[in-house]
């Protein structure tokens, strides 16, 4: 190879072939990202190496972390109007184009991350090779960033592989594998990583033939057709995500739909879409959203400690989960329960879990190996990381942890998943309390990304730091809270659900109670989470909170535990349950209350206690706090935090709306002294 152009973000060689290699390589970051100046610089490549005419041009990535990660997000905040977002985004589509349009061919080899404009930028080329491996991953994931792909991806996605394929693999922004990939013809070869430069030669000079669209491919993308397809899809679309709060996949179909076919009007409607929904409520606070993933992201991966061996206490639901994640996440893990009867079922789920995620048999025998059960409990002593995951009952916490501190060895780390119990009261059992720190998971733990990392009094720095970094570790975003009962995310949901028993036990039929909340964007209504977590579970914590926070368990729940009605896993709660689906009532009463009234008492209740627990410092700050709510408690993200979504309405309207509900339905509603934290607008 003999170097040829060196710029400050990317690097060109050509080999004695005379094809030219150009190298991708983002100045002071793990990972390729396309900033505005990333692009301006890819031009100036672009037209160098046309200029020296060589037989060919590869384009890959020096990364270790894979080909490009996508746009930089961080200047997404920095666009004020449609005007800016539509000049940005037609010099990347003229980049692309002019990429497209390069008189020889061109191959993108793709290894690692291979995401939004980096895709984008792949497809622009000739042809695709991608690294044959789990690292390898392909996708068009900015619907979740509120927008769609916007220099050419829609345009070029939809002419290489059809309508139907195209709109599936942007509106879901699902990740494909490199053989999955070449399944669907979004790349032409996939090649282990010794060969990967040699397959991409090979596709300069033997390319093959360009891929043919079959019948039903046609057919689907025509005049006639695409109306009737269209509806189909965005009904479908619609029954996931409301339109109302998720635009961009409906502007997707609208570009497919009205000009498929006219690609140069497409690319230009393609960018004109982009920079509306850009600059709109919801991409922007999606975009905090992703920013505030990061940083909790990143506070885990500060720490040099990692965890070799776990231990985890109670392989019920919950601790069950936990040691299997782990254990998929490459961590030794032993699991401990009184007797093999209440450790088999968790090992079972185990091995279900990782034929689910890994699917190759090798893999799955390797998690397996990691998964150990231990009735006698030997692994608390090898392990860097115990975590308990038994009953919620003090006194049965208390005898568990002065066992467990005798046995640990030095450097070794407790931890409790605790729900609902301060860690002081805990740590009274323990000689070294500032060795106990609370790792508080959500579930179900394979798809709730948060995890709290609390911090009890005497909570050591060292101890969060491990809670920390095995957050990280296993995949998760950690989020440091502060001790108190309910630590954030249950101190904020609780109020929340017990005000929705409130309304139903008063006459409002379930259906508008749950109905008002997922209206504005909770992801399930208050009754059927009680209903999904368990109401006996309801209960136990409900008392908690009557005893430390004064609040008051309502006597309908109460009579539905005594009664046996446990929810879902009894099949039976607020809500009736058939092979685990809930089953639709026939006909309700008349609700006593409308609809605004309801989605205000819920609404308002979240948001004061969101106030309560920033005056109180629960977490670092509100930024913090919007996080935890948005990846614990599933807040609409398209608001982009509860304090994020006040400040937008207003925090004086807020107020107010809060002072009326106090008059009319007593003291809970009084509006907490730490409304005067919340910045923004007051009015």
Same mark, same amino acid.
Not at 142 to 160: D, K, Q, S, T, Y
């Given at each position: 190879?003999?170097?040829?152009? *060196?710029?400050?973000?990317?690097?060109?060689?050509?080999?004695?072939?005379?094809?030219?290699?150009?190298?991708?390589?983002? $100045?002071?970051?793990?990972?390729?990202?396309?900033?505005?100046?990333?692009?301006?610089?890819?031009?100036?490549?672009?037209?160098?190496?046309?200029?020296?005419?060589?037989?060919?041009?590869?384009?890959?990535?020096?990364?270790?972390?894979?080909?490009?990660?996508?746009?930089?997000?961080?200047?997404?905040?920095?666009?004020?109007?449609?005007?800016?977002?539509?000049?940005?985004?037609? #010099?990347?589509?003229?980049?692309?184009?002019?990429?497209?349009?390069?008189?020889?061919?061109?191959?993108?080899?793709?290894?690692?991350?291979?995401?939004?404009?980096?895709?984008?930028?792949?497809?622009?080329?000739?042809?695709?090779?991608?690294?044959?491996?789990?690292?390898?991953?392909?996708?068009?994931?900015?619907?979740?960033?509120?927008?769609?792909?916007?220099?050419?991806?829609?345009?070029?996605?939809?002419?290489?592989?059809?309508?139907?394929?195209?709109?599936?693999?942007?509106?879901?922004?699902?990740?494909?594998?490199?053989?999955?990939?070449?399944?669907?013809?979004?790349?032409?070869?996939?090649?282990?990583?010794?060969?990967?430069?040699?397959?991409?030669?090979?596709?300069?000079?033997?390319?093959?033939?360009?891929?043919?669209?079959?019948?039903?491919?046609?057919?689907?993308?025509?005049?006639?057709?695409?109306?009737?397809?269209?509806?189909?899809?965005?009904?479908?679309?619609?029954?996931?995500?409301?339109?109302?709060?998720?635009?961009?996949?409906?502007?997707?179909?609208?570009?497919?739909?009205?000009?498929?076919?006219?690609?140069?009007?497409?690319?230009?409607?393609?960018? *004109?879409?982009?920079?509306?929904?850009?600059?709109?409520?919801?991409?922007?606070?999606?975009? #905090?959203?992703?920013?505030?993933?990061?940083?909790? #992201?990143?506070?885990?991966?500060?720490?040099?400690?990692?965890?070799?061996?776990?231990?985890?206490?109670?392989?019920?639901?919950?601790?069950?989960?936990?040691?299997?994640?782990?254990?998929?996440?490459?961590?030794?893990?032993?699991?401990?329960?009184?007797?093999?009867?209440?450790?088999?079922?968790?090992?079972?789920?185990?091995?279900?879990?990782?034929?689910?995620?890994?699917?190759?048999?090798?893999?799955?025998?390797?998690?397996?190996?990691?998964?150990?059960?231990?009735?006698?409990?030997?692994?608390?002593?090898?392990?860097?990381?115990?975590?308990?995951?038994?009953? &919620?009952?003090?006194?049965?916490?208390?005898?568990?942890?002065?066992?467990?501190?005798?046995?640990?060895?030095?450097?070794?780390?407790?931890?409790?998943?605790?729900?609902?119990?301060?860690?002081?009261?805990?740590? $009274?059992?323990?000689?070294?309390?500032?060795?106990?720190?609370?790792?508080?998971?959500?579930?179900?733990?394979?798809?709730?990304?948060?995890?709290?990392?609390?911090?009890?009094?005497?909570?050591?720095?060292?101890?969060?730091?491990?809670?920390?970094?095995?957050?990280?570790?296993?995949?998760?975003?950690?989020?440091?809270? *502060?001790?108190?009962?309910?630590?954030?995310?249950?101190?904020?949901?609780?109020?929340?659900?017990? $005000?929705?028993?409130?309304?139903?036990? &008063?006459?409002?039929?379930?259906?508008?109670?749950?109905?008002?909340?997922?209206?504005?964007?909770?992801?399930?209504?208050?009754?059927?989470?009680?209903?999904?977590?368990?109401?006996?579970?309801?209960?136990?914590?409900? #008392?908690?909170?009557?005893?430390?926070?004064?609040?008051?368990?309502?006597?309908?729940?109460?009579?539905?535990?005594?009664?046996?009605?446990?929810?879902?896993?009894?099949?039976?709660?607020?809500?009736?349950?058939?092979?685990?689906?809930?089953?639709?009532?026939?006909?309700?009463?008349?609700?006593?209350?409308?609809?605004?009234?309801?989605?205000?008492?819920?609404?308002?209740?979240?948001?004061?206690?969101?106030?309560?627990?920033?005056?109180?410092?629960?977490? &670092?700050?509100?930024?913090?706090?919007?996080?935890?709510?948005?990846?614990?408690?599933?807040?609409?993200?398209?608001?982009?935090?509860?304090?994020?979504?006040?400040?937008? $309405?207003?925090?004086?309207?807020?107020?107010?709306?809060?002072?009326?509900?106090?008059?009319?339905?007593?003291?809970?509603?009084?509006?907490?002294?730490?409304?005067?934290?919340?910045?923004?607008?007051?009015?």
């Amino acid at each position: 190879m003999v170097p040829t152009k *060196k710029y400050k973000n990317m690097f060109v060689e050509r080999d004695e072939k005379n094809v030219s290699w150009l190298y991708l390589d983002k $100045e002071g970051s793990s990972a390729n990202v396309l900033s505005k100046e990333v692009l301006e610089e890819l031009d100036l490549c672009l037209e160098f190496v046309e200029n020296t005419e060589p037989a060919g041009l590869v384009i890959l990535s020096a990364k270790k972390s894979g080909f490009v990660a996508g746009a930089d997000v961080n200047e997404f905040v920095a666009i004020k109007d449609e005007v800016s977002a539509l000049s940005l985004i037609r #010099r990347g589509q003229a980049v692309f184009n002019r990429l497209e349009k390069l008189p020889f061919p061109t191959v993108a080899a793709v290894h690692g991350f291979c995401l939004g404009g980096g895709l984008e930028l792949a497809l622009a080329c000739s042809h695709r090779v991608a690294r044959d491996d789990e690292a390898t991953q392909l996708g068009l994931p900015e619907v979740r960033l509120g927008i769609h792909p916007g220099f050419g991806g829609c345009v070029r996605c939809v002419r290489l592989l059809g309508g139907l394929v195209a709109l599936d693999l942007i509106l879901t922004g699902r990740s494909l594998k490199a053989g999955a990939a070449m399944k669907i013809g979004l790349v032409d070869m996939t090649a282990p990583e010794r060969h990967l430069k040699d397959a991409a030669l090979a596709l300069l000079t033997d390319p093959p033939r360009p891929r043919k669209k079959g019948v039903m491919e046609l057919v689907v993308d025509s005049a006639l057709a695409r109306p009737f397809v269209g509806g189909l899809i965005r009904k479908k679309t619609a029954s996931k995500a409301n339109p109302a709060h998720y635009p961009a996949p409906f502007a997707v179909v609208d570009l497919w739909q009205k000009y498929c076919g006219r690609w140069d009007r497409m690319m230009h409607e393609e960018a *004109k879409s982009v920079a509306r929904l850009i600059t709109g409520r919801t991409a922007k606070n999606l975009v #905090r959203a992703f920013q505030l993933q990061e940083r909790m #992201r990143s506070q885990g991966k500060k720490s040099a400690q990692k965890i070799s061996n776990l231990h985890v206490v109670g392989a019920g639901a919950m601790g069950g989960d936990i040691a299997a994640w782990s254990a998929l996440r490459g961590i030794f893990t032993t699991i401990q329960d009184r007797e093999p009867k209440f450790v088999s079922p968790a090992i079972k789920r185990g091995h279900d879990l990782f034929s689910k995620r890994l699917r190759e048999k090798r893999l799955v025998q390797a998690a397996m190996d990691r998964l150990i059960p231990d009735v006698k409990g030997d692994g608390a002593g090898k392990a860097d990381l115990v975590i308990e995951a038994v009953f &919620e009952d003090i006194e049965v916490k208390r005898t568990l942890f002065r066992d467990l501190e005798g046995r640990i060895k030095p450097g070794a780390t407790l931890a409790t998943n605790t729900s609902s119990i301060p860690l002081e009261e805990i740590a $009274e059992a323990l000689s070294r309390p500032e060795n106990l720190v609370g790792i508080h998971f959500f579930n179900p733990v394979p798809l709730m990304q948060l995890v709290e990392v609390v911090k009890g009094a005497a909570t050591s720095r060292e101890a969060m730091e491990k809670g920390f970094a095995y957050a990280a570790q296993i995949g998760k975003l950690p989020l440091a809270v *502060k001790s108190n009962p309910g630590f954030l995310v249950n101190r904020i949901l609780v109020p929340y659900l017990l $005000e929705g028993i409130l309304m139903e036990s &008063e006459g409002v039929p379930k259906t508008v109670v749950d109905k008002a909340a997922t209206n504005f964007g909770m992801p399930m209504g208050p009754l059927f989470l009680a209903d999904t977590v368990g109401l006996d579970i309801c209960v136990h914590v409900g #008392r908690i909170f009557s005893e430390r926070l004064g609040m008051s368990v309502p006597e309908r729940l109460e009579s539905l535990v005594n009664a046996g009605n446990l929810g879902k896993k009894s099949g039976r709660g607020f809500y009736e349950y058939r092979d685990g689906k809930r089953v639709s009532p026939a006909s309700e009463p008349k609700s006593p209350l409308d609809m605004t009234t309801v989605r205000d008492r819920l609404v308002m209740r979240f948001l004061n206690e969101c106030a309560a627990c920033l005056r109180e410092g629960i977490t &670092e700050d509100a930024d913090m706090l919007d996080a935890g709510m948005i990846f614990g408690a599933g807040f609409a993200p398209f608001y982009g935090g509860p304090l994020k979504y006040a400040s937008d $309405e207003g925090v004086s309207g807020i107020v107010e709306t809060l002072g009326e509900l106090e008059k009319k339905y007593g003291a809970r509603f009084k509006p907490d002294a730490g409304w005067k934290l919340v910045s923004g607008p007051r009015g």
